[in-house]
């Protein structure tokens, strides 16, 4: 049994713009199994510390710009792993024009970052563009 928490807040300040935030505390699966400890058993989960924002902006009437942020402080439960820390630092920026109402265009930027005492640290910028259909 571990402890769980989850705040969230947003605030609409303008026809369809806004802005969210909030703060997440919860034991999570990882995909980091590691070796079994005779005492400690198998890695196969984190305890994570996550805050995170985001805004929606109406540039214009068909197109939105998009900010996120997101943190995370974890650390590994059981196993080969156990009580090391483990970081993540995701930031994001997109544009999308909205054509019509079940049809959209985005460009983006993702950069995220890593830093883990697993042994898998990494830094990655994802730069993508798309079209969106929705029914």
């Known amino acids: 049994m571990s402890t769980y928490v989850k705040l969230n807040a947003s605030y609409n300040y303008a026809p369809e713009s806004s802005i969210q935030g909030g703060f997440n505390y919860d034991r999570n699966a990882t995909d980091t199994v590691g070796g079994i400890s005779a005492t400690k058993g198998l890695t196969s989960s984190q305890e994570s510390a996550t805050i995170f924002a985001s805004i929606v ?16 402080d974890s650390t590994f439960v ?36 890593v830093e883990s005492a697993a042994g898998r640290s990494y830094t990655r910028n994802r730069f993508y563009v798309g079209v969106t259909g929705t029914y």
């Open 78 to 113: 059981g196993g080969q792993f156990d009580s090391l820390n483990e970081r993540y630092l995701l930031l994001g920026a997109n544009l999308r024009y909205q054509f019509v109402r079940y049809l959209s265009a985005e460009l983006g930027y993702d950069y995220d970052k």
């Open 57 to 72: 902006h109406r540039i214009v009437p068909s197109l939105f710009g998009t900010l996120t942020a997101q943190y995370q």
